[in-house]
Nanobody, 115 residues
Framework: QVQLVESGGGLVQPGGSLRLSCAAS????????MAWYRQPPGKERELVAI???????NYADSVKGRFTISRDNAKNTVYLQMNSLKPEDTAVYSC?????????WGQGTQVTVSS
């Protein structure tokens, strides 16, 4: 069973930065597409960013130019660098691993952007 463990969430002021990490327990990581999702309070979960096993990236329009997704296959870890944070970025952020269309989810980490 694949386990995903997120870290790096917390409280930050508007305009600040955070870096989220998601470590996978299995070596299938390098053959998997990875993504970050978020669920704002009272809203549905939405895709934030994705990075394929080949390294291609794609972002939600709301975070383009502010967030960067990256991966380190040697560490089985995916990152989400979040800059210029806004109050509307407040959400529970979860990482997702897609291995041959089987999906695995982390437990989520809270990000709160507030002054």
């Amino acid at each position: 069973q694949v386990q995903l463990v997120e870290s790096g969430g917390g409280l930050v002021q508007p305009g600040g930065s955070l870096r989220l990490s998601c470590a996978a327990s299995e070596t299938i990581f390098r053959d998997s597409d990875m993504a970050w999702y978020r669920q704002p309070p009272g809203k549905e979960r939405e895709l934030v960013a994705i990075i394929t096993r080949g390294g291609r990236t794609n972002y939600a329009d709301s975070v383009k130019g502010r967030f960067t997704i990256s991966r380190d296959n040697a560490k089985n870890t995916v990152y989400l660098q979040m800059n210029s944070l806004k109050p509307e970025d407040t959400a529970v952020y979860s990482c997702n691993l897609n291995y041959r269309w089987t999906l695995y989810w982390g437990q989520g980490t809270q990000v709160t952007v507030s002054s």
